[in-house]
């Protein structure tokens, strides 16, 4: 059953309100209008998870649904890299620290622990696309848009330097 303002809209009625203020999406592609809401969920102050469900989040637990648009603009983020890192670090840690108590010369300890936590990470970040875009579908969207939407501001920075560049450079 539609909603009262839906029907309301079909008749000619004022379209209903997503909460997202006057966000035009018309006449743009579906990867563009996701790249805008992700933009203005972005500027609004979105929920966070606490502590204890972002651990829980980090070693691959699901949050609750209204942490979803959090789920996608932590996997969209410019520094989404880096926050992958994070995640990845709060389960190598333990490992790490483990391989410290075990006995032996400090040094070989020390570096045992280190190379673990080098080859974990670089483990991570080889594997990182596929692993945020699972993510982000385990909390209900689409598999790979979370990778359109970090190709499509991609794209729109490349175009504004090149508009930099053709106007310093090329005028």
Known sequence: MDAPGAAR?????????????????????????????????????????????????????????????????????????WRLAARNFVYLLPLASVWLLLPGPLGLRLSLSLMALVVGVFYSQAYGDESVELRVAKHGFAYGQARAIRRERAIAADAANREVYEAIYRS
């Open 9 to 81: 809209h079909r008749i000619g009625g004022r379209p209903p309100r997503s909460g997202l203020g006057d966000v035009a999406l018309t006449g743009r592609s579906r990867v563009s209008q996701l790249v805008i809401l992700v933009g203005v969920m972005a500027s609004e102050e979105t929920a966070r998870p606490g502590p204890i469900r972002w651990l829980r989040y980090s070693v691959g637990g699901r949050l609750p649904a209204e942490l979803a648009p959090w789920v996608l603009k932590d996997a969209t983020s410019r520094a989404w890299r």
